[in-house]
């Protein structure tokens, strides 16, 4: 298993930006498929992007689709997710998954693939 910490949640106001960031530690992330999903309250998890073990895929949710990027930095063990234009609508938990794949080239979106999870960070937006 590998252990997952997010980081660079908080407040921010409509239409600015923030950077999440996913350490991994325990195993080596490069083995696994990586995604974000969010759940605010009241909520079912939703799914937002994730990325291929050598981040040469990415797919996003459509809610985010042109605001948001994945990426992941394999030497550092850590994923990240930039979010542009935020609204109050992406405020919510946003947590970090990790899904072990031999697909070099998987991106999935569903949540029963993913066997280890973060925390999660909080993202605020006021409006």
């Known amino acids: 298993q590998v252990q997952l910490v997010e980081s660079g949640g908080g407040l921010v106001q409509a239409g600015g930006s923030l950077r999440l960031s996913c350490a991994a530690s325990g195993r080596t992330v490069s083995m696994y498929a990586m995604a974000w999903f969010r759940q605010a309250p009241g909520k079912e998890r939703e799914f937002i992007a994730s990325?291929?073990?050598?981040?040469?895929?990415?797919n996003y949710g459509d809610s985010v689709k042109g605001r948001f990027a994945i990426s992941r930095d394999n030497a550092k063990n850590t994923v990240y997710l930039q979010m542009n234009s935020l609204s109050p609508g992406d405020t919510a938990v946003y947590y970090c998954a990790a899904s072990p794949t031999y697909s070099i080239n998987s991106v999935p979106s569903s949540p029963t693939v993913f066997s280890s999870w973060g925390q999660g960070t909080q993202v605020t937006v006021s409006s």
């Open positions: 990325i291929s073990r050598a981040g040469v895929s990415t």
